[in-house]
């Protein structure tokens, strides 16, 4: 089993939710480096004179802060009682340009967040993540007049047991623009095939990932965002807020691409279906016509990080004794 997959996987399911969809290379916190990448939805019908597209330009950097029970280069994936444990901090932050063709009157959208994320990985007791979250989503005017924090917090337990079929269940909560949602996190991972497998997360996330070489994976993915600010003023708090979310249901087919040791490059190209404009606190809704988006990031990786090499090591161990079988 790719255990790589699996912590993604897990860490996906937090924005997965029907509250949070915004995956963005969460493979990454093991890959403890700096990620940029840009996203383009292209031109969407609202009505018969205008139409909504976006524009996202993001980075992401993770930090490993603490690192104890190994040392990476004693590390030995051979010896049944290896464990590791890292916290991580991760910041990210993003630009979104969403724009209306004939009276544009949504204004950028800035969003950062600060997120500190504790993993305990052991070959006999599973998998625990612990993370806490705070964020902001806010225009220039709202930063000024409305700024409103977001948090989110969860903790979820994987249970590894049987490497053909690996579910993972844990709690969540988040807060956002004043609201209270509850986000459990349930799902499952399933190998079909040597090379091929399939995820699928509560309530709508699903993905199958074909490893077409070693440096060259493909997916076939579907996924539903509901919270994903485009304009924002006012606040919850004061009885004046008036953000505006973009739902929409998006299926993708993935291009991941190890380029060398340190380099990793991802695209996405897909169709968004389903897709509406949505007030948090009114009845407002438009509707918005099905459009293709696409969606590309680079990695660097800093290569300190302890549970990269549990992960990547003991899929490679594993492969090594079945060749060695074959021999």
């Known amino acids: 089993m790719n255990k790589v997959n699996l912590i993604s996987l897990i860490l996906f399911a937090s924005f997965s939710s029907s509250c949070f969809a915004q995956s963005f290379n969460v493979r990454s916190i093991f890959n403890s480096g700096a990620t940029g990448g840009i996203e383009f939805l292209s031109p969407s019908s609202i009505n018969d004179s205008t139409s909504f597209s976006l524009k996202k330009y993001k980075v992401q950097f993770v930090k490993v802060l603490r690192t104890k029970e190994v040392d990476l280069e004693k590390f030995d994936m051979e010896n049944n009682n290896a464990k590791a444990n890292q916290l991580f901090l991760i910041s990210k932050f993003s630009i979104a340009k969403p724009n209306l063709s004939n009276d544009n009157t949504f204004e950028n959208i800035y969003n950062g967040e ?28 709202s930063f000024k007049y409305s700024f409103t924090p977001n948090f ?11 490497l053909k079929f690996v579910p993972f269940f844990g709690p969540g909560v ?61 606040s919850l708090f004061k009885g004046d807020d008036n953000t505006i979310n973009l739902r929409q249901l998006k299926n993708h087919l993935g291009i991941n691409t190890r380029l060398s040791e340190f380099y990793k490059f991802k695209v996405e190209i897909g169709y968004a279906y389903f897709q509406e404009l949505n007030a948090l606190s009114t009845d407002f809704v438009r509707k918005i016509s099905p459009s293709p988006y696409f969606n590309i990031s680079f990695n660097y990786n800093f290569r300190n990080s302890i549970l990269y090499k549990f992960f990547n090591e003991g899929d490679k161990l594993g492969n090594n004794k079945k060749t060695a079988k074959k021999g």
């Open 114 to 141: 600060l997120e500190l994320t504790y993993i305990t990985a052991s070959r006999k007791r599973g998998v625990w993540l612990h993370s806490a979250n705070i964020s902001a989503t806010e225009s220039e005017k």
């Open 152 to 162: 989110r917090a969860y903790s979820v337990y994987a249970h590894a047991k049987n």
């Open 174 to 234: 988040a807060i956002n623009q004043g609201k209270f949602f509850a986000l459990p996190v349930f799902g499952f991972w399933k190998r079909l095939s040597p090379q091929l497998t399939a995820e699928i997360i509560v309530p709508i996330h699903a993905k199958i990932k074909y490893n077409l070489a070693n440096k060259v994976e493909l997916e076939l993915a579907t996924s539903y965002s509901r919270i994903h600010a485009v304009y924002r003023e006012g």
